[in-house]
């Protein structure tokens, strides 16, 4: 009977003790990681998130160019589609900016994955930007395309750029907040389409988006001119064709008051941890 | 005494009532989604039309443009539902997994396509009215051939629940049925004339909306609520039993062989 082979021992290993991670007054590294999240969610099913929506505009403005006669018809001096587009293109980057940021927090919240978003080291505020970035860029990619799309059938003019960048960011960051304000409040998906329909829906439909406020009643100019979409709606298409039913600093001015309060709000929604972490 | 094996006759009633009931009571739970937005859709459409576009004093197609719109609205309420209630079931019951339930229940092919399609055409139906009732303070017309107007969005609704069966078999994920309904179907239906007489289109776009079914319905409906017609009525009737004929066939075909069902 022989010995076993003799096993050398393997000597003793020598590990460090693992660093706590250090993470600045900012984490960097996990919003980009949200974000990228955030965005890669929806490309993902970019045929229902962009192009679906793309086809949808195009619809609208097929609709409402043949249904009220096309070029005949003009707004003011403008002909009524160089009127229409840059509204359509709008409507279109809020809806999507909306509903990024609420189904993600909201089919998180009901599959229960939400929890790999409050684990990691990110403060509410990281949460709340890391959201309303992935929102914004969707609603800007919606808006480029059918922009780009929509040029081949309307010529639209540039009278302002800046105008145009400020509210197609400002827009889609008041919808995204308000996105995310929706998707933690919502429990189930009724109440969330809900939200959709009898707020965002009329909201947007109502903006001024397909006529000149000037051709409504005085009430219902006073109404219009509370709604805040009539702002971005406004103030975007000022940026195409040059001509506004608001003072365009107003609305620039109203736009960031909004996103700065709902930017409060979904920041304290996270930091409370309602309906998130009970 | 042990349990008796089952006898079903022809006709397996109480099995097609249980899933027309099913069906019926899936659709009407989220009452939000399925009768309140088709109605707020309809009102703000009515709404831009008419009191922002000062529209309504006009004339479209020889009438009112509110008596011409609403129909069309009516409609398109009709048919949408009439896919979705069929559609988003079936695709949700198979990415559940749930579609066992109903392939196993002793229910043949005619069976299922029975429960499903007037399950979905009772549910359109209610939404034709519901949009009706919501539009009256627009002008809802007063249907002057009450059984034309039901003929037609029964006969609609029940060809789209069968297309929306098809599409639902085929589809093996949410973004299958969500391409058919986005870059298909609602295109179909919003250019069916149901916002403005053929006339308005080129002819090439006039030529395309005859081919199209849904055309067909809507000029029903319209026809049943108002009177006016761009087609023979009659065979606006013969096109949509036809067609509804032909995906009846294909349907049960489908379920006869479980296609994208049992496998």
Same mark, same amino acid.
């Given at each position: ?50 192009? @679906? ?15 009220? @006669? @096309? ?15 840059? @509204? ?191 | ?16 009532? *249980? ?97 499903? *399609? ?63 309904? *986005? ?42 609520? *108002? ?37």
């Amino acid at each position: 009977m022989s010995e076993p082979p003799a096993v050398s021992p393997r000597p003793p290993a020598t590990y460090s003790e693992p660093a706590a991670p250090h993470i600045g007054s900012v984490n960097w590294r996990g919003l980009w990681t949200l974000y990228l999240k955030e965005v890669q969610r929806f490309l993902k099913v970019f045929s229902q998130t962009v192009a @679906g929506p793309v086809v949808s505009t195009l619809l609208f403005y097929a609709i409402f160019s043949l249904a009220l @006669g @096309g070029a005949v018809r003009t707004v003011g001096d403008v002909p009524f589609v160089q009127f229409l587009a840059p @509204g359509l293109i709008m409507m279109a980057m809020v809806q999507n900016a909306f509903a990024n940021t609420s189904s993600s927090l909201m089919i998180a919240k009901i599959q229960g994955n939400i929890v790999d978003v409050l684990m990691p080291p990110l403060t509410a505020g990281e949460l709340a930007v890391g959201f309303a970035a992935g929102g914004v860029t969707r609603g800007v990619v919606v808006g480029l395309v059918t922009a780009i799309v929509m040029l081949l059938f309307v010529p639209i003019g540039l009278a302002n750029p800046a105008l145009i960048v400020f509210h197609a960011v400002a827009a889609s960051l008041m919808l995204s907040l308000l996105g995310i304000v929706a998707g933690i409040w919502a429990q189930k998906f009724d109440q969330m389409a809900a939200i959709t329909n009898f707020i965002i829906m009329p909201l947007s439909f109502l903006s001024g988006t397909f006529y000149s406020i000037e051709r409504l009643p005085a009430a219902w100019q006073v109404v219009s001119r509370v709604n805040p979409f009539f702002y971005m709606i406004d103030g975007f298409r000022a940026g195409f064709i040059g001509r506004a039913d608001a003072d365009p600093l107003l609305g620039v001015i109203v736009m960031l008051v909004i996103d700065l309060v709902l930017f409060f709000v979904a920041y304290r929604l996270f930091a409370t941890g309602y309906r998130l972490k009970a | 005494m042990p349990p008796q094996p089952r006898e079903f006759r022809y006709v397996n009633f109480r099995g097609v009532w *249980t899933l027309y009931y099913r069906e019926l009571k899936r659709a009407l739970k989220i009452w939000v989604i399925t009768l309140a937005s088709p109605a707020i859709s309809a009102i703000l459409f009515a709404a831009i039309f008419s009191l922002a576009l000062g529209r309504f004093g006009e004339t479209m197609g020889g009438m009112a443009f509110a008596t011409f719109l609403i129909p069309g609205l009516i409609a398109a309420a009709v048919l949408q539902r009439a896919f979705e209630a069929t559609a988003f079931s079936l695709v949700f019951d198979k990415m559940e997994g749930t579609i066992d339930d109903t392939v196993r229940a002793p229910l043949a092919p005619a069976e299922l396509v029975l429960g499903y *399609t007037l399950a979905s055409a009772t549910g359109a139906l209610l939404v034709g009215i519901i949009v009706g009732l919501a539009l009256v303070p627009f002008g809802t017309p007063l249907p002057s051939g009450p059984w034309v107007t039901v003929f037609f969005a029964f006969a609609g609704s029940v060809m789209i629940s069968l297309f929306a069966q098809i599409s639902g078999l085929w589809a093996r994920k949410w973004d299958h049925i969500s391409a058919v309904q *986005t870059f298909a179907f609602i295109p179909f239906v919003f250019l069916a004339g149901v916002f403005f007489p053929l006339d308005r289109l080129p002819p090439v776009g006039q030529l395309i909306v005859r081919f199209n079914p849904m055309f067909y319905v809507v000029d029903g409906v319209r026809f049943g609520m *108002t009177g006016h017609t761009e087609t023979a009525p009659v065979w606006a009737a013969g096109i949509v039993i036809a067609v509804t004929a032909a995906l009846a066939v294909i349907c049960l075909h489908l379920f006869a062989t479980g296609y994208r069902l049992k496998d």
